[in-house]
């Protein structure tokens, strides 16, 4: 896992998104995402105990298999993406903005009553994935999501706001 997806300081990050702010899926997944990220997570350590235990807070008896189709889908999405997915460190407050398209692209993959969700979703995976690896991820990204769903861990699709921040040093009359 840690080679697909790349750990990000806080001084090369853009402008930061607060957590403070995220639905209890949306922290769930934030949470879980970096410490698997971890470099010293090796694959002959199944699993870390803190996020099995946040799995099975979140997810009851189920908790085991919605690990492993996280892990599945973050298996797909780090290989699969046009470039490496950047994810930022534990305790960090901010989210990058691979984080935020990750947490977009399994909302928008939840069953939705909006007309244009699934073309919305089809165009975020089209424009995050290289040609030919789609349809893995969209299988995956709705497998998540059905199953964060079962356990009432829905993710709200959030706009994707371009935000507009000032150069430093430079000031308009």
């Given at each position: ?41 090796s694959p002959a ?13 979140a997810c009851g ?107 430093p040093g430079r000031?308009?009359?």
């Amino acid at each position: 896992m840690p080679d697909d997806l790349m750990i990000t300081y806080r001084d090369s990050l853009p402008q930061p998104a607060p957590l403070e702010g995220l639905s209890s899926g949306e922290r769930l997944l934030v949470w879980s995402l970096r410490h698997m990220a971890q470099p010293y997570a090796s694959p002959a350590r199944r699993g870390c105990p803190l996020i099995r235990h946040a799995f099975l807070q979140a997810c009851g008896e189920d908790a085991d298999e919605v690990m492993a189709t996280f892990r599945a889908f973050l298996l797909l999405y780090g290989r699969s993406a046009r470039q490496r997915p950047r994810v930022g460190c534990p305790g960090c407050q901010d989210l990058t903005p691979d984080e935020r398209q990750l947490l977009r692209l399994l909302a928008l993959a939840q069953p939705s009553a909006d007309p244009t969700a699934a073309a919305r979703l089809y165009a975020l995976v089209e424009h995050l994935m290289r040609p030919g690896t789609t349809d893995g991820l969209m299988v995956a990204s709705r497998a998540m999501a059905g199953a964060l769903g079962a356990h009432g861990l829905s993710l709200p699709v959030r706009p994707m706001a371009l935000e507009r921040v000032p150069a430093p040093g430079r000031y308009d009359a």
